[in-house]
T-cell receptor, first 114, second 112 residues
Framework: GAGVSQSPSNKVTEKGKDVELRCDPISGHTALYWYRQSLGQGLEFLIYFQGNSAPDKSGLPSDRFSAERTGGSVSTLTIQRTQQEDSAVYLC????????????FGEGSRLTVL | DQQVKQNSPSLSVQEGRISILNCDYTNSMFDYFLWYKKYPAEGPTFLISISSIKDKNEDGRFTVFLNKSAKHLSLHIVPSQPGDSAVYFCAALGGSNYKLTFGKGTLLTVNP
């Protein structure tokens, strides 16, 4: 498809389990971003990729969170030993390059930790 | 500490009237501002932006105004249409060229 694709769209897991969220950005977009939106909150920056490198991981809430990007394309956000406070919608976005300008967001992955 | 604030969680207007959505910011480093629109179960989509060197940017029915001295921006939609009903997020960029700081959003409902 032409847009940013995320999977799964919905994930329910038990506390303590690991989850992987996948993002397939728009072809040719070098910049990729992960944000999350907790209930009643704005979008919170998690991590930024330029190509396969992540120059800014400052938004990752704890060392249980990690992300990688391969081939300058697909990215995976991994949350280990999930906690209830990890429940949120995780949004991926991409852009042609970093800098002022619009980001193209996927539909998000809704994570519920029981 | 919220650096971008949208103090109205919701706004309801009549079709054909003007919708005004407000956003305040605290960080003087912010120099580029964007508005995103979000429908339920969809990702946010870009609407309009403004650089700090301008005080107004217009695109069709949408106009964004920036008051740097007051650290305030607003989005005007005129005339409002029922299809404009969505959550509107204000976002700011500054200090880095990639990290957007978002407000919590305002739910706009346009009644037919």
């Amino acid at each position: 498809g032409a847009g940013v694709s995320q999977s799964p769209s919905n994930k329910v897991t038990e506390k303590g389990k690991d989850v992987e969220l996948r993002c397939d950005p728009i072809s040719g977009h070098t910049a990729l971003y992960w944000y999350r939106q907790s209930l009643g909150q704005g979008l919170e920056f998690l991590i930024y990729f330029q190509g396969n490198s992540a120059p800014d991981k400052s938004g990752l809430p704890s060392d249980r969170f990690s992300a990688e990007r391969t081939g300058g394309s697909v990215s995976t956000l991994t949350i280990q030993r999930t906690q209830q406070e990890d429940s949120a919608v995780y949004l991926c976005a991409s852009s042609l390059m970093s800098g002022p300008g619009e980001l193209f967001f996927g539909e998000g992955s809704r994570l519920t930790v029981l | 500490d919220q650096q971008v604030k949208q103090n109205s969680p919701s706004l309801s207007v009549q079709e054909g009237r003007i919708s005004i959505l407000n956003c305040d910011y605290t960080n003087s480093m912010f120099d580029y501002f964007l508005w995103y629109k979000k429908y339920p179960a969809e990702g946010p989509t870009f609407l309009i932006s403004i650089s700090s060197i301008k005080d107004k940017n217009e695109d069709g029915r949408f106009t964004v105004f920036l008051n740097k001295s007051a650290k305030h921006l607003s989005l005007h939609i005129v005339p409002s249409q029922p299809g404009d009903s969505a959550v509107y997020f204000c976002a700011a960029l500054g200090g880095s060229n990639y990290k957007l700081t978002f407000g919590k959003g305002t739910l706009l409902t346009v009644n037919p």
